[in-house]
């Protein structure tokens, strides 16, 4: 078997370049909105490079599934976001815990739709629904995504495919 080569204590463990020069500030916005709008722009900036057709396919494979993970993430982000607008507001009192079940969150987010909108088309909610069970299908509790294993080492994640 191959050893690894240790990366050596000067050497990135990311490889990472951001360049901040004193005339540029960083503000990071740490708000539900914040969050949500990082990780739907690194889940289209993955997309873009995937629809790329001079990328290298070995490479789209690699990044298939931190790409699922971004645009699964975002929906959670988006559900939790209701959810917390809602309670800051008082408009939805409940006992509801944060959780990464998307199909918990969004039962709490579709009952905040039908309580405070009237315009929302049945078959808007049917297509939300049916997109959330597919990602809670793949990965009910955030961690299929992550992990190749789970807490009692079974593979967590079958074969996902993107079609071009």
Do not use: Q
Not at 1 to 18: D, F, R
Not at 32 to 50: F, P, Q, T
Not at 144 to 159: F, T
Request: aromatic letters at 10%; hydrophobic letters at 40%.
């Amino acid at each position: 078997m191959k050893k690894l080569k240790w990366p050596g204590v000067n050497k990135a463990i990311l490889n990472i370049k951001i360049d901040f020069s004193f005339d540029e500030v960083a503000v990071i916005d740490t708000t539900w909105e914040g969050y949500l709008d990082g990780y739907r722009n690194a889940a289209e900036i993955l997309s873009d490079l995937i629809e790329k057709k001079d990328h290298d396919l070995a490479k789209k494979d690699l990044i298939a599934i931190p790409l699922v993970f971004l645009i699964r993430h975002s929906i959670e982000l988006n559900l939790k976001l209701i959810i917390a607008f809602c309670k800051e507001k008082r408009l939805f009192l409940n006992d509801f815990d944060f959780t990464h079940n998307l199909l918990e969150s969004w039962k709490t987010c579709k009952r905040i739709i039908e309580l405070y909108f009237d315009s929302a088309p049945s078959n808007d909610i049917k297509n939300i629904e049916k997109g959330i069970k597919v990602f809670n299908y793949i990965d009910p509790h955030s961690y299929s995504l992550r992990y190749p294993i789970d807490k009692k080492g079974n593979i967590s994640l079958s074969l996902i495919h993107i079609s071009e």
